[in-house]
């Protein structure tokens, strides 16, 4: 037997809360749990475009955790690229990524020719999508599904089996059985409270887990969801007495049907005023559809359909999606959640600029997004080329979050004890894992932790801690965060106000001028290292 007879390479999700891919590998047989998409910077989503680190056509199978694209999203591209094992996930997974992975398919499509197109990219060489919609429905295709809690072997060598998470619907933490190896990987767990799901769940006693730190750093106000529809009371009343929209970006899973549930609730019981809530996006329209088919087994919905009310419009087709731009006092929940696509944008570039509009964040900003961007107070903003003021209200509402906190994520790591190897930290920014390392040295100090880079790789023993065995990959770990293209886009939506501060001409020309003088300094540093090279 080798030193270490199971090895973990983290592949995405390492110091960043998207792109979750863990590769585990044994005797020259491999398998993924899970296959995402990475969100966020321009930079950090260019990795999707990159070539992957393993052969796809030797792998013979993904465990997925759940349908959401930073988990799921780069199926369709592994499929594309030789992968035709099986994808195992739960029934429910299954059903929603039948429409997740074709949307993201034609999401793919529809920004790069969209791209392609800007003014500004005029001349410069034409994007290729990640994926198609056909590589999507290929992909999906592959999928089988499997219950809770049943053992099953993904991959000679390996027994898994799938302990629901509270996530989302039908999302599963993944227990592996390797080498002698226990391994407990939480996929992303969600918090007590949650609506429609029961509260995670899982064995104990393993080797090593591998766990989410989404909110390590952070200790959420604790609110029951009639505390939570409460502030969303407040918070639609106020948007509906400044006269504008409420625009919502919302995650078309789960967040979007949370949100529904509750503003059915209060549309049911008078507590908000009996006006149109918009649904504009067709993915959250159809995912929708798969929660009304498993209504009658989920928690908070009495055993009915709470997506039927007769002030829910679910909005089709592009030209029913532009009316909306003349309507005012209306709730529009647009995908994506992020704002990083999707029609959201369109409201965005519609609203932002409108003193009496709203605009209520109810789901994570990744470091890098829009939504991020526009969270943290930018005044200005640029959206698809063009810049865009931030005059609107910006609100946000933390309770809706599909993630557990700190002392969840603790108490959920509690429940796992034994840890005889080590605990991972995972899906986490920089601050979220730090913050959950040092809370763990407090209340388990003889836990070893582990806070994996981009491209590492642990080899994994029974009962010894994690050995780091090979180093990580520097270019895409630089992508992490912010990136020159956030810069970018702060400093020129506001160049020209600062520029309009310098009241005499002649000096405006001059700061101009030694602008240029430092970029062409670049240039020129640039055509010398190359000449250098050259000799």
């Not at 965060?481 to 400093?491: I, M, P, T, V």
């Not at 520029?499 to 430092?518: G, P």
Request: hydrophobic content about 40%; proline content about 4%; glycine content about 10%.
């Amino acid at each position: 037997m080798s030193e270490h007879p199971l090895s973990l390479t983290f592949h995405g999700a390492a110091r960043t809360v998207t792109g979750s891919c863990m590769e585990f590998r044994r005797d020259g047989q491999s398998l993924l749990v899970d296959c995402g998409m990475f969100q966020g910077s321009r930079t950090l989503e260019n990795l999707n475009m990159g070539n992957f680190a393993f052969d796809p056509a030797r792998l013979p199978a993904v465990v997925l955790t759940h349908a959401h694209i930073d988990h799921s999203g780069l199926l369709p591209k592994l499929v594309a690229q030789g992968f035709s094992g099986t994808i195992w996930c739960t029934g429910p997974t299954k059903d929603l990524l039948e429409h997740m992975l074709a949307d993201a398919g034609r999401i793919q499509e529809a920004d790069t020719e969209r791209r392609n197109r800007r003014r500004d990219r005029a001349g410069e060489d034409a994007f290729e999508p990640a994926y198609t919609e056909r590589d999507a429905i290929a992909a999906w295709k592959l999928c089988r599904a499997v219950e809770l809690e049943e053992w099953f072997e993904p991959a000679p060598g390996f027994r898994a089996r799938l302990w629901n998470a509270g996530h989302i619907l039908g999302s599963a933490s993944v227990e592996l059985e390797a080498g002698g190896v226990r391994v407990m990987c939480s996929g992303d767990v969600g918090p007590e409270n949650k609506a429609f799901l029961l509260d995670p769940q899982g064995p104990a006693g393993f080797d090593h887990v591998i766990c989410e730190s989404t909110y390590g750093d952070r200790e959420r106000e604790k609110v029951t969801i009639e505390e939570r529809r409460k502030l969303l009371e407040a918070e639609v009343r106020a948007a509906m007495t400044r006269g504008g929209n409420l625009v919502i970006p919302a995650f078309a899973l789960e967040r979007t049907q949370e949100l529904l549930l509750d503003l059915a609730y209060l549309l049911r019981e008078g507590a908000i005023p009996n006006v149109p809530v918009f649904i504009d996006s067709p993915l959250a329209s159809r995912t929708t559809a798969v929660f009304a088919r498993y209504a009658a087994g989920l928690e908070d919905t009495g055993g009915v359909n709470v997506f039927e009310h007769p002030s829910f419009h679910f909005v089709g087709d592009v030209s029913e999606s532009i009316r909306l731009n003349s309507v005012s006092g209306a709730i529009i929940l647009a995908a994506s959640g992020m704002c990083e696509g999707g029609r959201i944008r369109h409201h965005l570039v519609h609203n932002l600029h409108r003193r009496d509009s709203t605009v209520l964040f109810v789901g994570f900003q990744a470091q890098g997004s829009l939504g991020r961007v526009i969270l943290e107070g930018a005044p200005r903003v640029r959206i698809s080329g063009a810049e865009v003021r931030v005059r609107a209200q910006i609100r946000r509402i933390d309770h809706y979050s599909a993630h557990a906190d700190q002392g969840e994520l603790l108490a959920w790591i509690a429940a796992r004890a034994p840890i005889s190897g080590s605990l991972i930290l995972d899906h986490g920014e920089p601050e979220g894992m730090e913050g959950m390392r040092r809370e763990l040295q407090r209340v388990m100090p003889d836990l070893t932790v582990r806070l994996p880079e981009l491209g590492e790789t642990y080899g994994l023993s029974p009962g010894k801690p994690a050995k780091r065995i090979a180093t990580g990959n520097i270019e895409a770990q630089q992508a992490v965060g912010r990136d020159w293209q956030n810069e970018y886009a702060a400093f020129v939506t506001g160049l020209k106000g600062e520029l309009a501060r310098i009241h005499d001409e002649r000096r405006r020309e001059e700061a101009l001028a030694r602008l240029r003088e430092v970029l062409d300094s670049y240039k020129e540093f640039k055509d010398g290292k190359r000449e250098a090279q050259g000799a």
